[in-house]
């Protein structure tokens, strides 16, 4: 059975032990960003369920069009390779056109063909990887020399340290490379923070290429303790969402926990990209990542610019929109790639970049409009 299954009855039920704790804390100290709100606690319930249902049907979609499986995946290679020519032409044509007008209409090609490049290279790439590095693939590979450590407790131990360490990477890189962080930035986009905030997960995972957990079968471990490893790290997750624990002590230290898990959702400027670790803190300590909760400095919740929705739909897809739209903007390729491959950082910068271009130069057209 599904681990993160069969957990259900436990989250439903610390949840409720969880807010009726914190709302007899609230007449007593006054409100706090943790305690339960009903919109915002139905979201989460909603993208819980999302992230249970949609990869279902993604993954089954993935395997069947992946280029290396099938003609329309194939077909999205070329699309994404014609789409990127004729870009690359109207970007040609309207640094060199004249008229204002041929100018317009070469942008406004560049404009659909851009993201229609990035947006069908992006989908061929994702499924070809996911498909050519499931652990069941990698497990039934001949480069594996037969390596097994066995159904037991040290195949089970590897595979889920192993996880941890392959899930500190992918986790940093969610918040490193944009189109990453357009995945995960559903976890983040609450403004409160509790037990129900675990359960916001991200569902468009068809869009994901990151460290391929199957590298585990290299080490012997067998892909279904490697989806035993997910679902071991998956639920150690859930109970680090909260502020009902302050600390546990000395295992601060080694552990994962609601302190340094609060740190890891704060806006502010200190709290940023810190603690990825899943299980073991070990890993940000080793890499540089790690900052402590100070209680000087109480975490603010949420995103640097929240979206101010509860809608399930928005909550999953405004980050892929606000990138498509950048792209869309862009008039050379190294601002295209850059607005999906490099950090949520920077793309805000260059967005606010070409906003302030944009706004004097609308202001000097307006001045040649004759009066009426």
């Known amino acids: ?181 357009a995945y995960h930035v559903a ?38 303790l490697i989806e035993k490893a997910r679902q071991v790290n998956l639920i150690y997750q859930y109970w680090i969402h909260t502020d009902v624990i302050e600390r546990i002590g000395p295992a601060e230290e080694v552990l994962n926990t609601p302190s340094h898990h609060r740190v890891h959702h704060g806006s502010n400027r200190r709290y940023l990209d810190r603690n990825h670790g899943s299980i073991l803190i070990l890993w940000d300590r080793l890499f540089g990542t790690f900052q402590r909760e100070d209680p000087d400095d109480p975490v603010v919740y949420g995103l640097t610019k929240n979206i101010g929705s509860h809608n399930p739909v928005r909550i999953a897809d405004h980050e892929y929109f606000d990138m498509v739209r950048d792209v869309a903007d862009s008039d050379n390729w190294r601002d295209r790639l850059s607005f999906v491959l490099r950090g949520p950082g920077w793309a805000y910068a260059r967005r606010a970049e070409l906003d302030a271009d944009a706004e004097p130069a609308a202001g000097a057209e307006a001045l040649t409009v004759p009066a009426a």
Not at 20 to 43: C, F, I, Q
Not at 202 to 217: S, T
Request: aromatic content about 10%; hydrophobic content about 45%; glycine content about 8%.
């Open 187 to 224: 976890h983040h986009s609450s403004e409160r923070y509790n037990l129900s905030t675990a359960l916001r997960q991200p569902v468009a995972d068809f869009f994901n290429v990151a460290v391929p957990y199957g590298l585990l079968c290299f080490a012997g471990v067998r892909p279904d």
């Open 1 to 181: 059975m599904d681990l993160t299954v069969g957990a259900i009855p436990f989250y439903f039920s610390s949840m409720g032990a969880e807010a009726w704790y914190l709302k007899r804390r609230a007449e007593r100290d006054g409100p706090t960003t943790s305690d339960y709100e009903r919109d915002d606690t139905l979201a989460n319930l909603a993208m819980g369920t999302l992230s249970l249902l949609v990869p279902l049907g993604t993954r089954v979609l993935a395997e069947k069009i992946a280029p290396q499986r099938s003609k329309v995946g194939k077909g999205l290679v070329a699309l994404a390779a014609g789409a990127a020519a004729v870009t690359t032409v109207a970007d040609w044509r309207a640094r060199r056109a004249e008229r204002r007008q041929d100018r317009d209409q070469a942008r406004a090609v560049a404009r659909v063909a851009g993201p229609t490049a990035i947006i069908a290279g992006g989908v061929a790439g994702a499924t070809a990887f996911a498909v050519a590095t499931s652990p069941k693939a990698l497990w039934a590979s001949k480069r594996r020399r037969g390596r097994d450590l066995g159904a037991g407790a040290v195949g089970l131990a590897v595979a889920i340290a192993g996880w941890d360490l392959i899930y500190y990477w992918n986790h940093r890189f969610d918040h490193e490379a944009r189109y990453l962080w």
